[in-house]
């Protein structure tokens, strides 16, 4: 099969024919039909997780996937050949990818029934991101009274985030830079838009003298943005992990951690079926084109940039 490897850290991803995988004990092999790029991939490459995990090289890249069972490992129940599925890898060891013809994924965690409403390059978009975006709802505590700065609202954990959170009728304050960016951030639900590269702190401290109720915190500098908050505030952070550090720390910090458990994966689907949340994409790129992928997610983001291996067409654009 094809798929997209990585030799050792900091090199460049390439496109190589590799070994079929066989499903092990209490995994399915899917059929990969679409998959989708995180800052984890990123990260992959990187080293960042060193020590956290074990990388096992030659290293398949890719956690969000998409696409059909083809094979059932022992043990499994609840599965069958040709299930629609999605979900994102969650192994205890880095290499097993989904930017690949094949993946095999463990049916405890991280693989979940993907609905006939929705198709496999929106089903790949949603796992990572909206799993993360879930766990920020829930710290959040978004409701009508209740004030929420999403910083790096133009992402793929941000556009879940300002969905549910406005759906709840929290008074949403997202970020965006350019016009194309405030038209999403709006259309999603965004009461107000901030443009980042203007100082964000002192904007909101002008027009929100008694400070958020919470900052979501997915971009940027998140210590520069503890001074937007109200007294008992809430911190809520997809990428730093403590506080420690900060020249003014919150009453309140919940850092997060995605765990893709399939209730949660079935709660995303869900919400894409009864139109409670939508995911952008932004562009798709063939699995060739993953590395190109990779390189222009690293310069930003609004919505999600998919791999599609059906190649079948989804237009650039936001
Ligand atoms: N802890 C976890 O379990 C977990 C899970 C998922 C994701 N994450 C992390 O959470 C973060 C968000 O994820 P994502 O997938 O949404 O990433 P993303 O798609 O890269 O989104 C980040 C967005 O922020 C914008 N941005 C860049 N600099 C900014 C700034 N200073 N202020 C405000 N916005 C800025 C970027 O757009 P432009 O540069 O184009 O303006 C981009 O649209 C990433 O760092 C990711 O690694 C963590």
Redesign the pocket.
């Known amino acids: 099969m094809r798929a997209i490897v990585l030799h050792e850290f900091h090199a460049t991803p390439t496109v190589e024919e590799i070994d079929v995988p066989d499903p092990g004990e209490g995994e399915v092999r899917v059929r990969v039909r679409a998959a989708a790029v995180?800052?984890?991939d990123l990260?992959e490459v990187h080293g960042f997780f060193t020590g956290y995990f074990e990388h096992r090289f030659p290293l398949v890249l890719g956690k969000d996937f998409a696409g059909t069972v083809d094979a059932v490992g022992p043990g499994v129940e609840g599965y069958a050949t040709g299930d629609r599925v999605f979900g994102v890898v969650t192994k205890d060891f880095l290499g097993d990818g989904s930017f690949a013809e094949y993946v095999t994924v463990p049916t405890a965690v991280g693989v979940a029934p993907l609905p006939d409403g929705v198709d496999f390059v929106h089903g790949a978009a949603l796992g990572?991101?909206g799993?993360?975006a879930l766990a920020c709802i829930e710290a959040a505590h978004p409701a009508p009274g209740r004030t929420i700065l999403v910083?790096?609202a133009?992402?793929?954990?941000?556009n879940q985030v300002v969905q549910l959170a406005s759906q709840a009728g929290a008074h949403v304050i997202a970020?965006g830079?350019t016009e194309a960016?405030q038209q999403v951030v709006r259309r999603l639900g965004a009461s107000e838009v901030i443009d980042?590269r203007e100082d964000v702190t002192a904007g909101l401290r002008a027009t929100h003298p008694e400070g958020v109720d919470v900052v979501i915190h997915?971009?940027?500098d998140a210590s520069a943005l503890v001074p937007t908050l109200r007294q008992g505030g809430t911190l809520v952070s997809?990428?730093v992990f403590s506080t420690e550090g900060f020249p003014e720390v919150p009453d309140v910090f919940v850092p997060?951690?995605?765990n893709p458990t399939p209730e949660l994966l079935g709660r995303l689907a869900a919400n894409q079926v009864d139109g409670l949340t939508s995911v952008t994409i932004q562009r798709a790129y063939s699995l060739t084109d993953t590395p190109s992928a990779l390189a222009d997610?690293a310069n930003?983001?609004?919505g999600k940039l998919v791999v599609d291996l059906d190649g079948d067409g989804v237009p650039d654009g936001p």
């Open positions: 995180n800052g984890f990260g990572l991101a799993a993360a910083a790096g133009t992402g793929g954990v941000g970020t830079s960016e980042y997915l971009a940027g997809t990428l997060i951690a995605a997610f930003g983001t609004l």
